[in-house]
Structures are given as structure tokens and as C-alpha cells.
């Protein structure tokens, strides 16, 4: 601890700093692909937790016999003649 000398840092290199910043086309095209599939996977996953949490939430409340109009439910074969 002369004061003299800086204590070398073996933290920060020191030859090729701005390597980060040349990333090619395809490197950036595909980064932010992937960055987007994550984001889709993150919705899709939230997606399955509010239906596992609440399922009855997502059905619907109308019943398959809502729009026969008039027609009973075991008289299909009337209808389709």
C-alpha cells in the first residue's frame, strides 16, 4: 500500500469493453425472438393459473338446451328430418 500504484482489478477487463454492443443482425433478430417467446410464455402461464385458480369463470353460463326453441330435449330426431 504505497499509494503509488493502482491495485489491478481482476473484475473489469480491460481489452475488449465494447464487445456487448457488436452484436450482430442475426444475433439481435434472434435475441429479441427470444424475448418475445418469453413473454408469450409468461402470459400463457399466468393465463393457466387464473383457470386453475377459477375455472368455473371461463364457462359459459348457457346450457346446451338454451336454443332448441320449443323443442324438447329428447326429440332430435325430428328435428333433423
Request: glycine fraction near 8%; include cysteine.
Amino acid at each position: 500500500m504505497d499509494g503509488g500504484q493502482p491495485i489491478p482489478s481482476s473484475l473489469v477487463p480491460l481489452g475488449n469493453i465494447s464487445a456487448d454492443s457488436s452484436m450482430s443482425l442475426e444475433q439481435k433478430t434472434t435475441f429479441v425472438f427470444v424475448i418475445l417467446l418469453f413473454i408469450f410464455l409468461g402470459i400463457l402461464i399466468v393465463r393457466c393459473f387464473r383457470i386453475l385458480l377459477d375455472p368455473y369463470r371461463s364457462m359459459p353460463t348457457s346450457t346446451w338446451a338454451d336454443g332448441l326453441e320449443g323443442l324438447e330435449k329428447g326429440q332430435f330426431d325430428h328435428a333433423l328430418a
